[in-house]
């Protein structure tokens, strides 16, 4: 597999309406297509793009959703830009919160099932939680997968990252309230973890009146926001340089001075 040491890539965030996946695919897609017309390799969306949290209905609309990720890969394939984002994903009767990373051939190579489920607002009661860290060689380089409340578990980006992750995709739906945590453990998981991540958060209002600041952001590996998005509709983009990766690992490196005899 032929991977990029430089390109472009992209964050979508928008308003995301509960259970309709065909609204939501379109504006996705739309979004998708400004950003690879833009070069973009890599478009990031947000957590549940395609259904929102439409939790009692979700097994109904499963059906739909393999439709949806059907044409997010035939779009990756034609347009030769890797797609991600958070999908509900059904097996034995379970759904889970995973995150598809759809490379730019159009083939899956990163299917992560969320490992910690947000308990203010009920997802166990409707999701199961994924048991397995996910990391994957793809286009655009190693890439580590976490889904909104991960970024609370500095134990798992380091996981990641002593796994080989270099590039670290996030899809959220994280409230207002709480802007400020995300901003900073974006950044500080970056820092501790000296790679790239793209973040991705959605926009509007849920059908519970949640409000939902957008606030998308692509941090490099000295924790400097490269890009960041507001409160609405719309794409950031920035151009990534893997190579910074090493610059920043060699000048600081966190990775051999760990003290792996100490805490594992």
């Avoid at 950003?35 to 957590?47: F, K, T, V, Y």
């Avoid at 308990?119 to 999701?127: A, D, K, R, V």
């Avoid at 941090?219 to 990534?240: F, H, K, L, Q």
């Avoid at 893997?242 to 001075?257: H, W």
Wanted: glycine share 10%; net charge negative.
């Amino acid at each position: 597999m032929n991977t990029k040491t430089q390109f472009k890539a992209g964050v979508v965030q928008f308003d995301v309406k509960d259970g309709d996946i065909r609204g939501n695919l379109c504006v996705a897609l739309g979004y998708l297509e400004f950003l690879a017309d833009q070069g973009a390799s890599l478009g990031l969306c947000p957590e549940f793009f395609l259904t929102g949290f439409d939790n009692e209905n979700m097994a109904r609309l499963m059906p739909d959703v393999e439709e949806g990720i059907q044409r997010l890969s035939e779009f990756a394939r034609k347009r030769s830009m890797a797609v991600a984002g958070s999908l509900p994903e059904q097996e034995n009767g379970r759904i889970f919160n995973t995150l598809y990373l759809i490379d730019n051939d159009g083939e899956i190579r990163v299917r992560y099932r969320k490992l910690h489920l947000f308990p203010l607002t009920g997802e166990e009661m409707y999701y199961t939680r994924g048991d397995e860290m996910v990391t994957a060689d793809t286009s655009l380089g190693r890439v580590g997968a976490m889904i909104c409340y991960d970024l609370r578990f500095p134990e798992l980006a380091r996981r990641l990252f002593l796994d080989g992750a270099r590039i670290f995709v996030i899809s959220a739906q994280w409230p207002l309230t709480r802007v400020d945590h995300w901003q900073k453990l974006i950044q500080a998981r970056a820092i501790e973890n000296q790679a790239w991540f793209i973040c991705c958060n959605r926009t509007g209002k849920d059908s519970n009146g949640l409000v939902f600041p957008g606030s998308s952001m692509i941090v490099d590996p000295n924790g400097s926001v490269v890009a960041s998005g507001d409160d609405r509709p719309g794409t950031i983009m920035a151009d990534i340089d893997m190579a910074l990766v090493d610059r920043v690992r060699q000048a600081i490196p966190v990775g051999q001075d760990r003290r792996e005899d100490l805490y594992g």
